[in-house]
């Protein structure tokens, strides 16, 4: 059985995404010209989850959207013959808006990388800032989130698992495995 030990619960994740959409509103004062969009797979329902309580806290509703970073990925021919690629939807116009990037685990910074090249293909956003709901560290790219939920410092031979409902059959929690 491998090691892990449990950083967030089911409240602690809930918590967690409500103190980062206060941070978001407050940052942008409002909710003016805002857009929440998830890194596919758990980015994309953290995204969904942010974009609710946005809408709770203003009682405004704004743009959600999920991309598939799969394409623009650097490692594409390593990830297998046939890498599974999902689909993108962002049905608004990003121009001019300011965009959330929303993912669940920032490690190296290469996902967000991609998600970034993604998003500049769609247009011109005012500005895109990234919400994650842990940063483990280990950058290798010079990317720092605008919003984090939980720093938690790791080694490279342990790894970060996010449990969600909608992906998991399992309690939702954050968990550190490995060491």
């Known amino acids: 059985m491998t090691e892990q030990s449990q950083i967030l619960d089911k409240a ?18 409002g909710t003016e010209s805002l857009a929440v969009i998830g890194i596919k797979t758990r980015g994309a329902y953290l995204a969904e989850r942010i974009a609710k309580n946005i809408k709770e806290i203003e009682g405004n509703e704004v743009s959600v959207g999920a991309i598939d970073i799969n394409l623009y990925r650097d490692d594409l021919t390593e990830v297998g013959e046939q890498p599974v690629v999902r689909s993108t939807e962002i049905d608004f116009d990003i121009n001019k808006k300011r965009i959330i990037l929303v993912d669940d685990v920032l490690f190296s910074g290469r ?3 991609c998600a970034l090249d993604e998003l500049i293909d769609f247009g011109r956003p005012e500005t895109i800032q990234l919400a994650v709901l842990v ?45």
């Open 135 to 179: 940063d483990r560290g280990h950058r290798e790219l010079p990317i720092r989130p605008d919003f984090v939920g939980k720093n938690i410092p790791t080694s490279k031979k342990e790894s970060v698992e996010v449990r969600l409902k909608e992906t998991d059959d399992e309690e939702e929690e954050v968990v550190v495995v490995g060491g």
């Open 111 to 113: 996902t967000v990388r």
């Open 12 to 29: 602690g994740i809930k918590r967690t995404l409500m103190r980062i959409s206060h941070e978001i509103i407050e940052k942008n004062q």
